[in-house]
């Protein structure tokens, strides 16, 4: 277990990051210790983490994530030392393989093999950082191209700037077993979805022992990074509903029937006959009325939402089941409240 719990959080991509970086100047003061900036089909992260790395002094800064399909693994490597660079150490690579939706339908790439992908695309940037002449035969990726795949004239190139760190942390997002034991095998870090303290282990304690028995123990201890919406307050708990709408995007949404992963994890933390009706309202354009078939209990139970008191017992539960950063979704409407909520928040962890 590490010490205390560290407070991340991650900006909205769908505002403009020029006036989200005021805001987190302003939450770093506050005692946040990590930003994340998420890549969906908006305006991409590495842009915005430039800016960042530029307007902030001490807080981390992460990918949050990085999609493995739509870089090639090298320019991945030289993007993150880039940008570890910028921000003078401060980085950390998160990666996910997102979904088909998103890499076949917006990118127009296969969607294949995320596992092997990931591990192949590790090993890669580490060589990279490494400043090592790049040379690689896997299975997903053969650098430098093989003749008879191309002209024949690539040669092995090693990165012609020195890394401020040859070891940029690496935090994958995984949910499914095989995705989880790599990430506890191979990465700094790993950021599940809808952390339920309670099922952790029963959900992921083998894939979790699994990869730990692999892992490098030069690497050191896994994070693992949570993501509870937070409200701090006496009269908190109606906020519990604006968790539901994402949550029944995700379950519903995200995904064809019978291939759909936050269907899968609410199934496996025992909500499945829920799971299936928001999924059949949802696929069926009925959006509001799957909304309201999101058992409160399972929102309440993977936030921090209600009193202080019962916030501290929550942030405890978390710290129990192996967490280690609050990647916390502030449920206030300024600048200045989720400020505040951020610094509440360190009086807890």
């Keep these: 277990m590490l010490g205390t719990?560290?407070?991340?959080?991650?900006?909205n991509y769908s505002?403009?990051?020029?006036?989200?970086?005021?805001?987190?100047?302003d939450l770093e003061k506050?005692?946040?210790?990590?930003?994340?900036?998420?890549?969906?089909?908006?305006?991409?992260?590495v842009s915005a983490l430039g800016y960042l790395a530029a307007k902030t002094e001490?807080?981390?800064?992460?990918?949050?994530?990085?999609?493995?399909?739509?870089?090639?693994?090298?320019?991945?490597?030289?993007?993150?030392?880039?940008?570890?660079?910028?921000?003078?150490?401060?980085?950390?690579?998160?990666?996910?393989?997102?979904?088909?939706?998103?890499?076949?339908?917006?990118?127009?790439?296969?969607?294949?093999?995320?596992i092997g992908r990931t591990r192949e695309l590790v090993e890669i940037c580490r060589k990279v950082w490494r400043r090592?002449?790049?040379?690689?035969?896997?299975?997903?990726?053969?650098?430098?191209?093989?003749?008879?795949?191309?002209?024949?004239?690539?040669?092995?190139?090693?990165?012609?700037?020195?890394?401020?760190?040859?070891?940029?942390?690496?935090?994958?997002?995984?949910?499914?077993?095989?995705?989880?034991?790599?990430?506890a095998e191979v990465a700094e870090g790993w950021q599940p979805i809808f952390f339920l303290p309670e099922k952790a282990k029963e959900v992921w304690g083998d894939a979790l022992a699994a990869g730990m028995a692999k892992r490098d123990p030069a690497r050191g201890d896994l994070e693992v990074f949570a993501g509870p919406a937070l409200a701090i307050g006496e009269n908190v708990t109606p906020l519990l509903e604006f968790v539901k709408p994402h949550l029944a995007l995700?379950?519903?949404?995200?995904?064809?029937?019978?291939?759909?992963?936050?269907?899968?994890?609410?199934?496996?933390?025992?909500?499945?006959?829920?799971?299936?009706?928001?999924?059949e309202l949802y696929l069926a354009g009925k959006k509001e009325e799957a909304t309201k078939v999101v058992p409160d209990a399972l929102v309440r139970d993977i936030s921090l939402i209600g009193p202080a008191g019962f916030v501290k017992e929550r942030v405890a539960a978390f710290k129990e089941a192996g967490a280690t950063v609050l990647n916390v979704v502030p449920l206030a409407a300024t600048p200045a409240e989720r400020v505040g909520l951020i610094e509440q928040l360190r009086e807890l962890v």
């Design 5 to 11: 719990m560290r407070i991340g959080l991650g900006i």
């Design 15 to 25: 505002g403009g990051f020029k006036e989200v970086a005021a805001e987190v100047a």
């Design 30 to 45: 506050a005692g946040l210790d990590i930003v994340f900036v998420p890549e969906a089909y908006s305006f991409d992260a």
């Design 58 to 114: 001490r807080v981390e800064l992460a990918s949050g994530i990085m999609q493995i399909y739509t870089r090639t693994p090298s320019l991945t490597a030289m993007t993150a030392a880039g940008l570890d660079f910028v921000s003078d150490g401060r980085f950390l690579l998160g990666l996910g393989a997102s979904g088909p939706q998103v890499v076949e339908g917006f990118h127009g790439v296969p969607y294949d093999a995320p």
């Design 132 to 183: 090592e002449r790049l040379e690689y035969q896997g299975k997903y990726y053969q650098i430098p191209l093989p003749p008879e795949r191309g002209t024949g004239l690539g040669k092995p190139l090693k990165l012609i700037n020195h890394p401020v760190r040859e070891n940029i942390p690496i935090l994958l997002a995984a949910l499914g077993p095989k995705n989880v034991e790599l990430a």
């Design 250 to 279: 995700y379950i519903g949404g995200m995904g064809a029937k019978g291939k759909n992963f936050y269907h899968t994890l609410a199934t496996n933390y025992g909500y499945g006959a829920e799971a299936d009706r928001i999924q």
